[in-house]
């Protein structure tokens, strides 16, 4: 607690004794404060407030039990989880988990993230998260639907478009959704489209919405490149796991004139001098649902696999770490320093550790923190609910428009408060600052809530 301003030790001190054993949350909570010293200074009304206390305590914890039945009859049970962390801003706004590892502290630090990722957007909304330990892997298409039908069956009484609306994340794609989206439908026997973003372009989905994290990333990177006067043209780029974010990722930083040499998934990575074909690593993960080894054995072209390692092996200029989180430690970052790279940005929530952040920030590496970099995401959910609420359908080029500008006034955001509160260049203190100042200001104003 030595790096945090005297007035925020307690703070941190009363995290960790009120959410013991969440390690990811208190990790998310002490990145943030870390970089509230200069914030204090100037803004002691904050601290009078309690506002840092009453930011790092979620306004409601829902924790239920999802039963359902599988293919053989057998009952299943599993944990399902929301947390509504702030609402200061707008509606609680935040993906969906489904995946063994989830767990209440896994939950709040996700959701902690989303407070000042959302803020930083410019949108109305405020911040979220939720989930289940399911893992829809291996799974059918009835035991997901019915798992779906479940977990809805008991959070639809907490939703709705002013209050919270979920969105998809790990395990959680359209077809979730659309699981999701009809009990709701069914129980309510309203469609408010608006109550669940990510849904199919023909039922109140957002063209782009597919795309938006990956492509987001890719932008904000862009905005880092050219304050630098420089680009994508000609740079290598690593890009870590091979789901939703990464793929497309991979085909933004390619239209920008670089180019993706690897990907990855938990077996591995594959490495592609020629470049990442795209086409064919969605036929894999997408159609075939196969792992990324099967790219390197129908690609060939000198494509090789390279079963477990560090994917931050491979050299290059942009790492983007975009699969889960603390998935880059310390001595990874070691290796991209030695190795050259320039900017690292994360398409994940929080896959980098603090040691590791700290490294590349000492070694001067340009670092993008994902409620930054990763916050495209959010910000074309947010897009998708200004069309459901207007009954209005964007096009896709007129989608993508707005998220490359959202995006980069979330870099303009970033470089200036770090400017105005004396830490030039640093993403990191300028994206908490920014974010953190939005929400604490909203709640100054509407008093002690």
């Known amino acids: 607690m030595s790096q945090l301003h005297p007035a925020l030790q307690p703070v941190y001190a009363e995290v960790l004794h009120r959410n013991q054993g969440e390690l990811e949350f208190h990790q998310a909570v002490h990145e943030v404060l870390e970089s509230l010293s200069?914030?204090?200074?100037?803004?002691?009304?904050?601290?009078?407030?309690?506002?840092?206390?009453?930011?790092?305590e979620p306004e409601r914890?829902?924790?239920?039990?999802?039963?359902?039945?599988?293919?053989?009859?057998?009952?299943?049970?599993?944990?399902?989880?929301?947390?509504?962390f702030n609402s200061a801003l707008g509606p609680y706004k935040g993906g969906l988990r489904f995946h063994p590892s989830v767990y209440l502290g896994i939950v709040k630090f996700l959701g902690f993230e989303q407070i000042f990722k959302n803020a930083l957007t410019g949108m109305p909304i405020g911040g979220g998260k939720g989930g289940s330990d399911f893992d829809p892997k291996g799974r059918s298409e009835g035991e997901i639907m019915r798992f779906c039908q479940s977990f809805m069956t008991e959070l639809y009484r907490h939703l709705g478009e002013y209050t919270d609306v979920p969105a998809g994340d790990t395990g959680v794609g359209g077809r979730e959704i659309g699981y999701l989206f009809g009990q709701y439908k069914r129980i309510t026997n309203r469609y408010e489209s608006g109550v669940l973003t990510g849904k199919g372009i023909t039922w109140g989905g957002s063209r782009a919405r597919t795309e938006a994290t990956g492509y987001g990333t890719v932008f904000f990177v862009d905005e880092m490149l050219r304050a630098r006067g420089s680009s994508f043209?000609?740079?290598?780029?690593?890009?870590?796991?091979?789901?939703?974010?990464?793929?497309?990722?991979?085909?933004?930083?390619?239209?920008?004139?670089?180019?993706?040499?690897a990907v990855s998934d938990s077996g591995g990575y594959v490495v592609d001098e020629a470049g990442i074909d795209l086409d064919l690593l969605r036929e894999v993960k997408e159609v075939r649902r196969e792992r990324v080894s099967e790219y390197a054995e129908l690609r060939g072209n000198g494509a090789r696999h390279i079963a477990g390692g560090s994917i931050w092996d491979v050299p290059c200029d942009v790492a983007l770490p975009c699969a889960t989180q603390n998935e880059l430690p310390e001595e990874a970052a070691r290796t991209l320093v030695a190795n050259g790279v320039q900017v690292v940005a994360e398409g994940a929530n929080m896959p980098t550790t603090p040691g590791a952040v700290a490294l590349l920030r000492q070694a001067g590496v340009l670092f993008a923190p994902g409620k930054a970099a990763n916050a495209g995401g959010v910000a074309t959910s947010a897009l998708e609910m200004q069309q459901n609420a207007s009954r209005d359908r964007w096009t896709f080029e007129h989608t993508e428009e707005r998220l490359a500008d959202i995006m980069a006034g979330i870099h303009l955001q970033c470089v200036t408060t770090a400017d105005e509160y004396g830490v030039p260049g640093d993403y990191v203190a300028g994206a908490n600052i920014s974010g953190f100042c939005q929400v604490a200001d909203a709640m100054l104003a509407m008093g002690v809530i």
């Open 61 to 84: 914890q829902i924790i239920f039990r999802v039963p359902w039945v599988d293919d053989q009859g057998t009952v299943r049970i599993n944990r399902g989880f929301r947390v509504e």
């Open 38 to 56: 200069p914030v204090v200074e100037k803004r002691p009304e904050y601290v009078e407030a309690s506002i840092i206390e009453r930011i790092c």
């Open 233 to 261: 043209d000609g740079k290598r780029v690593v890009v870590s796991g091979s789901g939703n974010v990464a793929i497309y990722a991979v085909q933004k930083v390619h239209q920008l004139g670089g180019t993706v040499v």
